[in-house]
C-alpha cells in the first residue's frame, strides 16, 4: 500500500500568516493527489485536485504544488474560515490512502 | 443538482451484520465510480473500496483492511448504491460515506456504532 506521510498534526497559526501542510508519498503517485478541508460535522470538501489544481469554488488563496514526492497545500494569507482540519488522498493505485491529517487551529 | 443520501446506520452488535444504502440522483448514476469511506470520530477518512462504472463492468476494488467483511454493490435501476458489511467489529464503528469523486460530491455520512 502507498503510505502517506503528513505533516504537521497540528498547525496554530495567525490570521494573515502564510501556511503549509505537507504530504509524502512512500512510492510513485504521479499527480494523483488530492487535498481536502473537513470541519466538524461535515463532509470532506475537495480543495486541490492532480496535485496542483484549484477545486471549483475554492479561494485563490490556496495552492497545491508538488516537489518529488513531497506534495504541499498552502494558505497565502489565513483566514477565520481555513480553520479546520485538512487531509491529503492518494489515488493512483488501489487501496486509496488518506494522510492522517492536520488540525488548522487559531494560535 | 448531485446528491448524495446515506441511509442503514445505527446500532449493531459484534459479529452482526448492517447494509447501508446511498440514493444518488442529479446525474447519470451509471457513468460514475461509486466510492465508500468511513471516518472513526476524531480519525483521518479511510477509503473502504469503490465499484466502477458501466464502462468498466461495474467491477469493485477494496482496502485490504475490509476485503472478505465488506461487499460494494449497486443497483442501476433505482440509482443505489450499498455497503454490506459483515462480522463487524467494534473498530468499524465510524461515519460511513459514499462518494462520487469526480466533482467531489459526498454524502451527509451515517453513523454505525458497533457495540454490545
Known amino acids: 500500500d502507498i503510505q502517506m506521510t503528513q505533516a504537521p498534526s497540528s498547525l496554530p497559526a495567525s490570521l494573515g500568516d502564510r501556511v503549509t501542510i505537507t504530504c509524502r508519498a512512500s512510492?510513485?503517485?504521479?499527480?494523483?493527489l488530492r487535498w481536502f478541508q473537513q470541519k466538524p460535522g461535515k463532509s470532506p470538501r475537495l480543495m486541490i485536485y492532480?496535485?496542483?489544481n484549484l477545486a471549483a469554488g475554492v479561494p485563490s488563496r490556496f495552492s497545491g504544488s508538488r516537489s518529488g514526492s513531497d506534495y504541499s497545500l498552502t494558505i497565502s494569507s489565513l483566514e477565520s474560515e481555513d480553520m479546520a482540519d485538512y487531509y491529503c488522498?492518494?489515488?493512483?493505485?488501489?487501496?486509496?490512502?488518506f494522510g492522517s491529517g492536520t488540525k488548522l487551529e487559531i494560535k | 443538482e448531485v446528491k448524495l443520501l446515506e441511509s442503514g446506520g445505527g446500532l449493531v452488535q459484534p459479529g452482526g451484520s448492517m447494509r447501508l444504502s446511498c440514493a444518488a440522483s442529479g446525474f447519470t448514476f451509471t457513468d460514475f465510480y461509486m466510492n465508500w469511506i468511513r471516518q472513526p470520530a476524531g480519525k483521518a477518512p479511510e477509503w473502504l473500496g469503490f465499484?466502477?462504472?458501466?464502462?468498466?463492468?461495474?467491477?469493485?476494488e477494496y482496502n485490504p483492511s475490509v476485503k472478505g467483511r465488506f461487499t460494494i454493490s449497486r443497483d442501476n435501476t433505482q440509482n443505489m448504491l450499498y455497503l454490506q458489511m459483515n462480522t463487524l467489529r467494534a473498530e468499524d464503528t465510524a461515519t460511513y460515506y459514499c462518494?462520487?469523486?469526480?466533482?467531489?460530491?459526498w454524502g451527509q455520512g451515517v453513523m454505525v456504532t458497533v457495540s454490545s
Open positions: 488522498l492518494q489515488s493512483k493505485e488501489s487501496p486509496l490512502t
Open positions: 492532480g496535485a496542483t
Open positions: 465499484i466502477r462504472n458501466k464502462a468498466n463492468g461495474y467491477t469493485t
Open positions: 512510492q510513485d503517485i504521479g499527480n494523483y
Open positions: 462518494a462520487r469523486f469526480e466533482g467531489n460530491y
